[in-house]
């Protein structure tokens, strides 16, 4: 991505129920008016440009009795000769993660312009995620986005919702203050999203994928409030008793809308359950935890969930927190720690701006032996192995004070002492230059952080 720009623009915009799919069959359809200002018409049509169905043939000079008639023929030639109208553009949400509130469709410009709603839950407006159809193979559509916390300098778009690429450079005379996303489409459908998405499937995909295989369990951790199944993978092989393994706990996505992370997190786990000789020795050393997805239902429900009411699931690692995911999560790093068989707590976070990945490791400053000592060699690895396309510097990032509840600064205050903990902001965009389609620096990230978790563990100078 060439740029992206974060504003702190908050446009919350009244609370309203946005349609899910726009415009419905027998809803109100916008079209735009002869002026080229969309208006309503309540049966499809605007009164003003017929359908080539409906055209009505002129008479034909020809048309006399007793001669022969070639009307059919003549007709069908000045059919041939109309321009044919495109079919009008629509937009639709209706599927898990879905989340746009289309304001205009000018269907003359082939231009989309769209918010991202207002859940009553709150939150960052920072997710989107829509399905535009009637598209003409070969033509051109733009989306502007005109409201929003971060606007990405390339959106992403993908025809058949699996694989996915950026969309073009707009420019930047063009594009101005506005989130300007144009593509040319090759085909009648195309989704269109701020980052490729990472849904309950893709987890459940994982789950999947890595059933079977030597040295991982998959297992539940809890049902998340709207009842859907926070899932989790366990890497654990051969016969080193429990307490002579190294206890790693990773989880991503407590802000939903953080795609990068669950990303990170499932080439992590597709490199970890392979064969390659440092993976099979991590499964070997460590009793290891990774949770692709914690708040499962913002991911579903298209929210950005971040400061959603009345508080994230990062701000949940607290005395008594309130979300299932948290809690459980909770519950068993606290277990771990108890039994001295928590060494590591990574929480995976995403987007950082800069093209490269960070630490957030706020303790860090006033850290003391043994964390300091760990936490160090624990940098160093990451440096070493992190190169990228999302490069990692060594160093640790402190800014946030250490009242903040959030999971990252949990685990270097609320631990023993030998524990290195923190988060890792993964950047959305890949650095200049490298222009490798989506998620593919993310999951050569998350294999990466899996080699300097080994690199580390296997360090002889780790302190207990
Ligand atoms: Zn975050």
New binding site residues.
């Given amino acids: 991505m060439a740029s992206i720009a974060l504003t702190s623009r908050l446009d919350y915009l009244a609370t309203r129920k946005f349609p899910k799919e726009f415009p419905a069959p027998g809803r109100a359809r916008l079209r735009p008016s002869r002026g080229g200002t969309p208006r309503i018409s309540k049966n499809g049509s605007d009164g003003a440009s017929p359908s080539p169905t409906h055209l009505t043939i002129p008479r034909s000079p020809f048309d006399i009795p007793d001669m022969p008639r070639p009307f059919p023929l003549i007709a069908l030639a000045l059919l041939l000769a109309l321009p044919t109208r495109a079919a009008d553009l629509a937009v639709s949400t209706d599927f898990p993660g879905g989340a746009a509130q289309v304001t205009a469709i000018d269907q003359t410009a082939r231009l989309i312009t769209f918010k991202i709603p207002t859940p009553k839950q709150g939150g960052w407006q920072s997710w989107w995620y829509l399905k535009v159809s009637g598209i003409t193979p070969g033509e051109k559509v733009t989306l502007h986005l005109t409201n929003g916390v971060a606007h990405a300098g390339r959106a992403v778009y993908s025809t058949d919702g699996k694989s996915w690429k950026y969309t073009e450079i707009v420019t930047f005379e063009e594009k101005g203050k506005r989130a300007l996303y144009r593509q040319k489409i090759d085909a009648a459908e195309a989704y269109f999203a701020w980052y490729q998405p990472y849904l309950p499937e893709n987890a459940q995909q994982l789950i999947k994928d890595a059933t079977g295989k030597p040295g991982v369990e998959t297992f539940e951790l809890c049902k998340s409030e709207e009842g859907l199944p926070v899932v989790g993978l366990r890497f654990r092989e051969g016969d080193r008793p429990d307490d002579k393994r190294l206890g790693v706990w990773i989880h991503a996505r ?2 939903a809308w ?1 795609t990068g992370g669950s990303w990170a997190a499932d080439g992590l786990a597709r490199w970890l359950m392979s064969d390659d000789a440092r993976a099979k020795n991590l499964r070997q050393i460590a009793d290891f935890t990774l949770i692709p997805i914690m708040d499962v239902d913002s991911v579903a429900g298209g929210r950005g969930g ?1 400061d959603q009411k009345p508080h994230d699931h ?1 701000r949940d690692w607290i005395d008594e927190p309130i979300w299932a995911a948290t809690k459980a999560a909770m519950a068993r790093v606290k277990a771990m720690d108890a039994a001295s068989r928590l060494d590591l707590f990574l929480d995976l ?1 995403d987007p950082g701006w800069a093209g490269n990945i960070e630490f957030w490791c706020h303790l860090y400053p006033k850290m003391t032996d043994p964390r300091k000592h760990n936490t160090d060699l624990f940098l160093a690895a990451g440096k070493r192995e992190i190169t990228g396309p999302l490069a990692f510097n060594g160093k640790a990032v402190s800014k946030y004070a250490l009242t903040t509840p959030s999971s990252g600064i949990w685990a270097t205050l609320k631990t023993k002492e030998k524990v290195v903990g923190g988060t890792f902001e993964i950047g959305v965009a890949p650095p200049r230059g490298h222009d490798a389609d989506p998620p593919s620096h993310h999951l050569t990230c998350g294999k990466q952080i899996g080699l300097a978790v080994e690199a580390y563990l296997a360090d002889a100078t780790r302190k207990p």
């Fill in positions: 407590q802000h953080e971040k990062n976070h």
